[in-house]
């Protein structure tokens, strides 16, 4: 079974810096999807960005990048120019590439904050 | 696109109780899933559905859960004689499969409390 573990339970930033968030799992697929999700105080979960495992490049979307490394297992989620809305729980998630085994695994969630 | 709309937001119950929760998933998504959220933790993967047939279950889900697709629009959980250790948030989301970056949407989940 896959694991995903997040040993930050709470991070805070001051508002403009960056900050990164880490991320371990444990799996003994080849093929699988890594992601990050955000949940603000609406609950509402909201994905932030996504790796596919056979991809060399590490995924960017705007001020979210990711360190992906595969052979470490290890999956961090860096955040630049840190924003009073970025303020939020963030989870990693991990789901195999298999059809029919779709679900995601998540980890315990590190809680961000952001300094004015 | 409206995304996943769950209700109630909230449902307070007594111990013993049946409830049931209702998620309507973005309109041409064929795949829905239901997630349970304890304080302090992540979502965990309860059942999934594609169209109205479910697919899997976790061994979470109990004797005393049950989930329905009728139609594979809307989806039903209910939990029949609830305990406190069912309170938590149940989440729905939804996909379309066989797109080339399928993404899950997930709503604002329903916060049950058992008494």
Redesign the interface.
């Given at each position: 079974a896959q694991t995903?573990t997040q040993s930050q339970p709470e991070m805070s930033v001051q508002e403009a810096e960056t900050v990164t968030l880490s991320c371990t799992y444990d799996t003994s697929e080849s093929d699988y999807y890594l992601f990050w999700y955000k949940q603000p105080p609406?609950?509402?979960?909201?994905?932030v960005i996504?790796q596919e495992a056979y991809k060399q490049q590490n995924a960017t979307e705007n001020r979210f990048s990711v360190n992906f490394q595969k052979a470490a297992k290890s999956f961090s989620l860096k955040i630049s120019d840190s924003q009073l809305g970025d303020a939020a729980m963030y989870?990693c998630?991990y789901r195999s590439f298999d059809f029919?085994?779709?679900?995601?695994?998540?980890?315990?969630?590190t809680r961000l904050t952001i300094i004015p | 696109d409206t995304g996943v709309s769950q209700d109630p937001r909230h449902k307070i119950t007594k111990r013993g109780q049946n409830v049931t929760f209702r998620c309507d998933p973005i309109s041409e998504h064929n795949r829905l899933y239901w997630y349970r959220q304890t304080l302090g933790q992540g979502p965990e993967f309860l059942t999934y559905f594609q169209n109205e047939a479910q697919l899997e279950k976790s061994r979470l889900l109990s004797d005393r859960f049950s989930a329905e697709r009728p139609k594979g629009s809307f989806s039903t959980l209910e939990i029949q004689r609830t305990e406190q250790g069912d309170s938590a948030m149940y989440l729905c989301a939804s996909s379309l499969t066989g797109t080339a970056n399928e993404k899950l949407f997930f709503g604002s989940g329903t916060q049950l409390s058992v008494l």
């Open positions: 995903v609406s609950r509402q979960m909201i994905l996504r989870f998630a029919g085994n779709e679900k995601l695994t998540f980890g315990t969630g | -």
